[in-house]
């Protein structure tokens, strides 16, 4: 009995460690802009007045697995360059805080019609 349940904690432990290196992809974005005036203000969801620091646009990529670099710009928005892509792409991650910097992953877009739908796994 001892051993199946050691087994079971192993096993369970495994899937949790695998797990925590996916995260759902929920936007994809292309041509951020940085270059707004200074004295633009954002009023944020929850109702604060921020400063404007970038502009993300959506952008359209085909449902594949691809191999790419990722850099993270803030909590949950990651930069992502790769030989497929002509120009960077930011991908929009639910709860991942992450750091990377050139980091190897592997992005699987596994629906593009309506909301995006993929998942970004750090090797």
């Known amino acids: 009995m001892k051993k199946l349940l050691l087994m ?7 899937l949790t460690v695998s797990a925590a290196k996916q ?3 929920v936007g994809v974005y292309h041509d951020a802009r940085v270059n707004h005036p200074s004295t633009w203000r954002v009023v944020t969801a929850d109702n604060h007045v921020g400063v404007h620091k970038m502009t993300l646009l959506p952008a359209q990529v085909r449902e594949k697995r691809y191999e790419v670099k990722a850099t993270k710009v803030v909590d949950n928005i990651y930069m992502i360059e790769g030989e497929t892509f ?7 991650v639910e709860n991942c805080k992450k750091a990377a910097k050139q980091k190897d992953v592997l992005m699987v877009i596994e629906n593009i019609r309506g909301e995006v739908k993929g998942r970004l796994i750090f090797e």
């Open 8 to 14: 079971l904690t192993l096993v369970l432990g495994c």
């Open 23 to 25: 995260y759902n992809i």
């Open 86 to 92: 002509h120009a960077k792409l930011y991908i929009e």
